[in-house]
């Protein structure tokens, strides 16, 4: 199999010349409000300074208006309904062409394509109602196939700068892939960008793969494979398509690995005699420890963004619950309370939630609660959703939804914190297990 | 894959006189070819010493209640049939495989098929099969056997499956 391209952002820098005071500038969305209405936005196509940018121009703007109406936190205002025309990046803006179509957030930008084919965009964001700009305009140099990842990247300042939220749009998601009949399904690992292209295969579908999550900085992968036969942890660099089986080799099942936020541990489950138990790797040594030893089982571990803890799902109770203890091992504390059967718990990289699935009365929930258990707070329902994965500013999460019936198949979707904006996300084929990834330097 | 290839040599190993019956060369194996004697067809599901037999009158499965590993009244009796074959077929191991149905989460669901492939194992053993000839395996909700989405199809799902190689065991 081929080795992965890299699409590359080069460099990020600070136009100068403000055309006005940042500070003045009132735009804001505050995701939370649940009064919350779309802001109505405008991106003219972003003007070409050479006849080569002429198309990639058109490309990176619509990029730029899917990632921001697609979180349904801003409404585009169709090129069609334009009044103002922005033929130079450097021109003053006539507010009032903006104001007469009710945008409040106008975004502008060039596209360059450099001799040695490198490309150049600059963009600057304005609050049209106070006339100001809101942030200094940026200029993002990279590689001609990088293009889409500078455009999720003015996204990714436009939206910050917004909401006050952190950036997402510039990341990559792995999942699994699938085809074949419901008794014989084939899976392989499939990466791409958070908007569903650039779809790239890891493996070949010889083999069952299942639940795989980057690594911290996304060059590794670590999943559950039968490859050799039995369910093992294995680890797959994403550049070298290079695999090793790291966790559990001498227990007979080993599975469900997640990093640890530095990079440098593994937790996973592995069963012994019926009997499944987390476990603790340390990746550069080889040492593994033991952190569960009760009969029931322990497993769907997952790290606190600061590494001192795990939670994870125990049926020590009688039934499938959640639970949080020092990620050296000891013991368990009981977080989930509520009627049916909690798992799957990821800890959100902003530590102020952990969402997870719950089976109750016959449909399955994607909910979030705090990291005690409090304020469980379900975003979906419906025949079979689990597995939930949270966007790098810990804002969005994504999840599996699995039709019912022979004729049932996966895809993955996505909702916001709120429960707002539930959207299926693009992917050429049935798709299960997402995992974001790290948003992209 | 593995398996089938297995069967295969397993099959000319215990057939008393296997032979090729596939005509020009093509290397075609006949499960079914040998001295069969009192008209039992070797390898054949009449052949009490076959994996055929074992499949269908012994019975390969047991099948378990919603979220439980616990085996009924019923699964004891099929595991302690599969016990007696084994005893008489000491040619064989056996890998059981733990299934679950899609009604729960992708990990659990592993861990719950552990929990059924071990909990036919430790059965087989106490009946007297060794341990060296039995190995477990879980496919979680991965392969249904079923695939509607009603109690009809995950009762089939929820089930412990003795799948059966040629060899010594280890």
Redesign the interface.
């Given at each position: 199999m081929k080795r992965l391209a890299t699409a590359a952002v080069l460099a990020a820098s600070v136009l100068a010349g403000p055309l006005g005071s940042p500070a003045a500038a009132q735009l804001r969305i505050t995701i939370t409000d649940p009064t919350l209405s779309p802001m109505p936005f405008a991106v003219p196509t972003f003007v070409a300074r050479n006849a080569e940018a002429g198309e990639l121009a058109q490309d990176i703007t619509r990029v730029i208006a899917a990632d921001l109406a697609n979180t349904g936190l801003f409404r585009e205002i169709p090129r069609e309904n334009h009044v103002g025309r922005i033929t130079s990046f450097e021109a003053p803006i006539q507010f009032s062409d903006w104001k007469a179509i009710n945008t409040q957030a106008l975004i502008t930008g060039s596209v360059l394509v450099e001799g040695d084919g490198r490309i150049v965009v600059q963009f600057r964001l304005f609050d049209v109602v106070s006339e100001q700009p809101l942030g200094e305009g940026l200029q993002f140099v990279g590689t001609q196939d990088g293009w889409r990842r500078m455009a999720h990247k003015v996204a990714d300042a436009a939206y910050s700068r917004i909401t006050g939220e952190g950036p997402y749009f510039d990341s990559r998601v792995v999942f699994v892939s699938e085809q074949g009949?419901?008794?014989?399904?084939q899976k392989r690992l499939g990466v791409m960008d958070y908007d569903g292209a650039n779809v790239q295969y890891l493996t070949s579908s010889d083999a069952?793969v299942?639940?795989p999550r980057f690594s911290p900085n996304g060059d590794k992968i670590i999943y559950?494979g039968y490859e050799s036969?039995?369910?093992k942890v294995t680890l797959i660099d994403v550049a070298s398509l290079q695999k090793q089986t790291v966790g559990g080799v001498d227990q007979?099942?080993s599975?469900?690995p997640r990093f640890s936020p530095d990079g440098g541990r593994v937790v996973y489950?592995a069963?012994v005699?019926?009997?499944?138990d987390l476990y603790l790797l340390d990746i550069a040594s080889g040492a593994t420890t033991r952190l569960t030893t009760a009969p029931s089982?322990e497993?769907?571990p997952s790290f606190s963004p600061d590494g001192s803890q795990l939670v994870f799902?125990s049926?020590r109770s009688g039934?499938?619950q959640l639970y949080v203890m020092p990620a050296g091992g000891g013991e368990g504390t009981r977080i989930s309370f509520g009627e049916g059967?909690y798992?799957?718990p990821v800890w959100s990289p902003r530590n102020d939630y952990i969402a997870f699935?719950k089976?109750n009365a016959g449909r399955f929930h994607i909910g979030v609660m705090r990291t005690d258990g409090s304020e469980e707070r379900l975003l979906t329902g419906a025949?079979?959703d689990?597995?939930p994965t949270w966007a790098p500013n810990g804002r969005v999460v994504m999840f599996t939804r699995?039709t019912?019936?022979?004729a049932?198949a996966p895809a993955l979707y996505t909702v916001d914190i709120t429960g707002r904006n539930l959207q299926r996300a693009a992917t050429p084929a049935a798709a299960s297990?997402p995992s974001w990834g790290p948003l992209l330097p | 894959m593995?398996t089938t290839a297995l069967l295969l040599i397993a099959a000319l190993t215990l057939t008393a006189c296997g032979n090729r019956l596939g005509g020009a060369g093509d290397g075609a194996v006949d499960l079914n070819a040998g001295a069969g004697a009192g008209g039992v067809v070797p390898g054949s599901a009449n052949d009490p010493t076959s994996v055929a037999y074992f499949q269908q009158t012994v019975g390969d499965r047991v099948l378990f209640a919603v979220?439980q590993?616990t085996l009924t009244p019923e699964g004891q009796a099929t595991l302690a049939a599969q016990a007696q074959w084994l005893t008489a077929n000491p040619g064989f191991t056996a890998l059981v495989e733990g299934h679950a149905d899609?009604?729960?989460?992708?990990?659990?669901n592993?861990?719950?098929g552990?929990?059924r492939?071990?909990?036919a194992?430790?059965y087989l053993i106490s009946q007297g099969v060794a341990a060296n000839r039995l190995?477990?395996?879980?496919?979680?909700k991965?392969?249904?056997?079923?695939?509607?989405?009603t109690e009809a199809c995950y009762s089939q799902n929820r089930r412990a499956v003795t799948v059966l190689a040629a060899g010594a065991g280890v």
């Open positions: 009949p419901k008794d014989a399904r069952i299942l639940a559950t036969g039995f369910p007979n099942m599975f469900a489950s069963e005699a019926g009997n499944t089982i497993t769907a799902e049926d039934a499938p059967r798992g799957t699935t089976q025949f079979l689990e597995g699995e019912a019936g022979a049932g297990d | 593995k979220d590993s899609e009604q729960g989460t992708r990990e659990y592993l861990a719950l552990g929990r492939a071990n909990a194992r430790d190995r477990t395996i879980s496919y979680g991965e392969r249904p056997l079923q695939v509607c989405s």
